[in-house]
């Protein structure tokens, strides 16, 4: 089992930036795929941003909304993501959450997820 525990979410004015965290615990992530996705009140939850397992090289890639504004990461020892959003606009308000899956390859599609975190409010003002 995996357990994910996001943090860093806020209120941030238009334009600004945040940084969220996914911490995993209960195994080590560093051989899962992982996602960052986020859920709109009143719409279905979408894909943000994603990486694969080091193993196959971390590469990244990115819903096209925050294509060159959102940066996804994994530290070193492979038990934490990140998700570096700048350029913040209203539009990015939105609970965000972490999620992890032990097929390699790459999807937006959150049912090829395991593994959710409880998720994080996001809220950009303007």
């Known amino acids: 089992q995996v357990q994910l525990v996001e943090s860093g979410g806020g209120l941030v004015q238009a334009g600004g930036y945040l940084r969220l965290s996914c911490a995993a615990s209960?195994?080590?992530?560093?051989?899962?795929?992982m996602g960052w996705f986020r859920q709109a009140p009143g719409k279905e939850r979408e894909f943000v941003a994603g990486i694969s397992d080091r193993w196959s090289g971390a590469f990244t890639y990115y819903a096209d909304s925050v294509k060159g504004r959102f940066t996804i990461s994994r530290d070193g020892a492979g038990n934490t993501v990140y998700l570096q959003m700048n350029s913040m606009n209203p539009e990015d308000t939105a609970v965000y959450y972490c999620?992890?899956?032990?097929?390699?390859?790459?999807?937006?599609?959150?049912?090829?997820?395991?593994?959710w975190g409880q998720g994080t409010q996001v809220t950009v003002s303007s």
């Open positions: 209960g195994r080590t992530i560093s051989n899962f795929a």
């Open positions: 999620a992890a899956r032990g097929s390699p390859g790459r999807t937006t599609s959150p049912a090829q997820y395991a593994y």
